[in-house]
């Protein structure tokens, strides 16, 4: 099967795909923009799926995995490796708003001869998983990996996953989220911050303290498995429980302030009812 104009066969773990060609999309410096081809794909977050297949893989050892949704899909790398690295899961559902996407996916599907195990739908991403929730699909895992923000996804993710199910956010807005753009974090997160000597770390804080909100509108609890920063992203994997006496345990116990002093860098961790008393450093004054 040969790939379309501007595609060229590459090897990704155990999928062959037809992907951008890099040659044809580099800036002045050299550099390959993803952004500037007919659809999106970063071999550098190579890593990034890597490493979901392990949690995959590891999570498919004490349980059933049956349907995963990747409602970002764009060339379909991640859905196509999934079903083909995790023979536990049954189904993988793969979507993209963009059409010609979707194209390029059942392109890659048929390449890899998944064709009876991973299905490509045209549609939004929150879209996709209400429409499969109305059907009564039982969704295992969500994994919501954007360019940008996963902040328009949230809500739609936690509410159609199962319960014990898990979901993995990708957020490539480390700037709003570090806190260098304060405005912004407030508006997109709800969270009060600006920079600081720990920034990546605040920033996995930022938002699973935003995804543990979203969460508790639907009396659901985040329950943190994975979380760390690389590169140009932080990425969080959860597993979700239902229960809203959980969920008012979680937002009083474990949703307050970091104090960070510019001059020493001292830290403390303070509830919203403790920060009322914070005046000066206890180190430095």
């Known amino acids: 099967m040969s790939c379309p104009e501007g595609f060229k066969v590459c090897r990704e773990g155990r999928a062959v795909l037809c992907l951008p060609n890099p040659e044809l999309y580099k800036r002045e410096d050299g550099v390959y923009e993803p952004a500037w081809a007919p659809v999106f794909y970063n071999p550098v977050m190579v890593e990034n799926r ?7 893989r590891w999570a498919s050892q004490s349980r059933t995995l049956r349907l995963v949704v990747d409602p970002l899909a764009s060339t379909g790398v991640r859905g196509i490796r999934i079903a083909l690295e995790v023979p536990q899961i049954s189904e993988v559902v793969m979507g993209d708003i963009d059409e010609y996407a ?22 939004d991403a929150n879209e996709l998983l209400f429409s499969l929730f109305r059907q009564k699909a039982k969704i295992e895992y969500i994994d919501i990996d954007p360019f ?3 902040a328009p996804f949230a809500f739609a993710a936690l509410y ?6 898990y979901i993995a956010f990708t957020a ?25 000597i720990i920034s990546k770390e605040v920033a996995i804080r930022n938002l699973l303290a935003f995804l ?18 690389s590169r140009h992203y932080i ?13 008012n345990e979680l937002l009083s116990k474990c949703i307050g302030s970091i104090v960070i002093c510019d001059r ?22």
């Open 50 to 56: 890597d490493i979901a297949i392990a949690f995959l």
């Open 102 to 123: 979707v194209n390029i996916m059942n392109i890659n599907i048929r390449l890899n001869n998944v064709e009876s195990k991973v299905k490509a739908l045209h549609a």
């Open 148 to 150: 940008g923000s996963p």
């Open 160 to 165: 159609t996953i199962r319960n014990g199910g």
């Open 172 to 196: 490539t807005d480390l700037a709003p989220l570090e806190g260098k753009y304060p405005q912004k974090l407030y508006r997109r997160y709800g969270v009060i911050g600006r920079k600081n």
């Open 212 to 229: 543990a909100r979203e969460a508790a509108k639907i009396d659901k609890v985040i329950i943190p498995l994975v979380a760390y920063y």
């Open 235 to 247: 990425r969080v994997y959860l597993r979700i429980a239902e229960g809203g006496l959980r969920a």
């Open 264 to 285: 020493c860098g001292f830290v403390e961790y303070f509830t919203a009812i403790d920060m009322q008393s914070v005046t000066k450093c206890p180190i430095c004054g």
